[in-house]
């Protein structure tokens, strides 16, 4: 994303990253590219408190699902980051957090301007039907507890957060549904399986990065 971000930014420019949360990326975005224009948007507060001694960035506390504050900026942005966002979008099934993840994109395209590019940065677990009980499941153990629920510290907990996981597939198919939006890159960085993961079901994971540039 760095080197990307190298390549097409000029100085004036300006990037929004949508789910900041602890201001992680602004902080790489800001010390690696020359973009000194940089907007966090989160609904954490405690989040955007950690963010603001990241560095000079414009903290907006708020969701990308609010049309409203999305409308109130309008297309004025440059570049736009969601990372690691869309599959906590979650609703009471796995089609409603599919919908709200695909809300999300959409509003993303809103902030951008004609040409703008977004970048998406998703774990993706395959197949989906494994990611699709593992959201159940966890949204059936975050009813007995709010705390992480992982005994045998898998680093995949039970209960909270529940999270909705897309595969390569669903992820790009959303993008590239997304009206305005036209795919330009992608690229997958591989997980090594732990056997628990394999005991599970898992067949994959990986980080995947979508570039998608807006064209309308
Ligand atoms: C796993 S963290 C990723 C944080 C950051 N993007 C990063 O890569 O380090 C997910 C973030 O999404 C934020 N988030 C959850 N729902 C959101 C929403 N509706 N709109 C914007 N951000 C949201 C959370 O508050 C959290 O900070």
Redesign the pocket.
């Known amino acids: 994303m760095v080197s990307l971000l190298n390549t097409l930014a000029k100085e004036e420019d300006s990037l929004v ?6 201001g ?2 602004l902080q790489l975005i800001s010390g690696q590219t020359r973009i000194r224009n940089l907007f966090g ?4 507060l405690n ?1 955007l408190v950690e963010a603001r001694n990241k560095g000079d960035f414009t903290l907006i506390p708020g ?3 609010d049309d409203a504050l999305v409308a109130s900026f309008g297309p004025r942005f440059r570049f736009a980051v969601l ?3 869309l599959h ?2 979650i609703g009471r099934t796995r089609v409603e957090s599919w919908r709200r993840a695909q809300a ?1 994109l959409t509003n993303a395209t809103c902030l951008l301007q004609q040409g703008g590019y977004l970048f998406v ?1 998703e774990e993706i677990v395959h197949p989906s039907f494994v990611a699709g009980y593992a959201f159940y499941l966890k949204k059936l153990f975050s009813h007995i507890s709010a705390e992480r629920i992982d005994p045998l510290k898998t680093d995949f907990s039970l209960g909270a957060p529940v999270v909705s996981y897309l595969t390569t597939y669903q992820l790009r198919r959303m993008v590239s549904g997304t009206l305005g939006l036209r795919v330009v890159n992608m690229h997958a960085q591989e997980k090594a399986l732990r056997r628990v993961y394999r005991l599970a079901g898992i067949n994959r994971i990986a980080t995947v990065t979508l570039v998608a540039q807006k064209t309308l």
């Open positions: 990253d949508i789910g900041c949360g602890t992680q990326t948007i989160d609904p954490s989040s969701s990308i699902l990372a690691f966002v906590h979008l999300a940065v």
